[in-house]
């Protein structure tokens, strides 16, 4: 089992400057925090209004301004790219789609706008899988990540 967990581990095709933010380090998943946005979503109002209502009423129930921010960032980079998005979102939310297929939708516009969680999944999760792996587990990816961190594909934002 472990050289078939050294096998996973592959080098990173080599780019001319590191395609990889540190900045991912402050968001993980926040589905829960993400659902919860969208579920007070007000599709009648703007984008900015909503983020306004959100720091105002402090829907997250975060102590920290500072984290809120962090958060609000990261939504609006994954979610909030097109106005359509976040509507259709909030109306998924509100219609209490079911987690299974929800969290998979999020996880695709997470994917979408940050280039190491897109690179994680369409190129080394997707070769992990085309040889018939389907379980990894958190430090075989810690490892891949470490590999990548070494080549020089990340950089501090």
Known sequence: MNRRRANLVQPFPQRNSAPYSSRIIKAGALLTETKLMLAHW?????????LTRVRQENILGKASRSRVEDIL???????LAEDDVARA??????????SSSLDRILHFH??????LLHDVVTDWLS??????ISEID???????????VAQG???GD
């Not at 070769?127 to 018939?132: E, F, H, I, N, T």
Request: glycine share 4%; no cysteine.
């Open 153 to 155: 594909n990340t950089r």
């Open 73 to 79: 960032g990261i939504f609006r980079q994954r979610y």
């Open 110 to 115: 997470a994917a979408k706008s940050d280039s």
């Open 42 to 50: 007000d599709t009648a109002i703007s984008i900015k209004d909503n």
């Open 127 to 132: 070769s992990v899988q085309k040889r018939g």
């Open 89 to 98: 979102l909030a109306t998924l939310v509100r219609e209490r789609l079911p």
């Open 138 to 148: 958190v430090v075989t990816l810690q490892r891949v990540l470490d590999t990548w």
